[in-house]
């Protein structure tokens, strides 16, 4: 289970990452103004995208997040309205208008697999199997005339290692495995580079 969502979140942020990328590219097809005003704007929302995973796990900091992150969305909409409304058979407009909703859907995939964590009854029952397979060792090993207790030790580090592994796998943005955000992070440097 922790593996399929770790998958499913990284590509969630390659996904979100594309769609935010052909936004950018159509929005080089507007004219003025509303060409300079949607890239200021994706530059920002791209930076918000990242600024959820890199501030942490709070439910405070990515409840504001995401607000900033739909107001940047209803902002970059009033722009496509402003373009549908001046030329109604503009392909670029269109091209735009089907980028950006494919991009505030993305958004709404990420942040499901972002939530889309492990059961806490599954983490419970791991732990429980683990107490109880560790407490059968031990009295195995206390009723065993040698008494040795090095394959104990062993069966006890590797359970902890296995929980452990999912629990890290199953928080994307703390622990040892993490999702990359290379691709968010190269779509910030190539926005910031679109002349305005």
């Known amino acids: 289970m922790a593996l399929t969502r770790f998958e499913a979140r990284r590509d969630a942020v390659l996904n979100e990452a ?3 990328g052909t936004t950018a590219l159509r929005a080089r097809l507007l004219p003025d103004p509303q060409r300079s005003e949607t890239l200021k704007l994706l530059r920002e929302y791209v930076q918000i995208r990242l600024d959820i995973v890199r501030s942490g796990t709070s439910l405070v900091e990515l409840t504001r997040a995401v607000e900033r992150s739909n107001a940047l969305q209803e ?9 549908a409304a001046k030329d109604k058979g503009a ?6 208008i089907q980028s950006l909703n494919e991009m505030i859907d993305d958004q709404g995939k990420r942040l499901s697999a972002l939530r889309n964590r492990i059961p806490n009854a599954v983490l419970l029952t791991l732990f429980a199997i683990a107490s109880v397979a560790g407490a059968f060792a031990g009295y195995a090993s206390g009723i065993d005339a040698e008494r040795t207790r090095i394959p104990v030790y062993v069966m006890g580090t590797l359970v902890s290692a296995v929980i452990y592994l999912i629990m890290d796998l199953d928080r994307p943005s703390a622990g040892f495995i993490t999702n990359s955000q290379q ?3 190269d779509l910030a440097s190539s926005i910031a580079s679109f002349s305005d």
């Open 18 to 20: 594309n769609a935010i």
């Open 75 to 83: 902002a970059l909409w009033q722009q496509a309205k402003a373009m």
């Open 183 to 185: 691709p968010m992070i």
């Open 91 to 96: 392909v670029p407009t269109g091209l735009f």
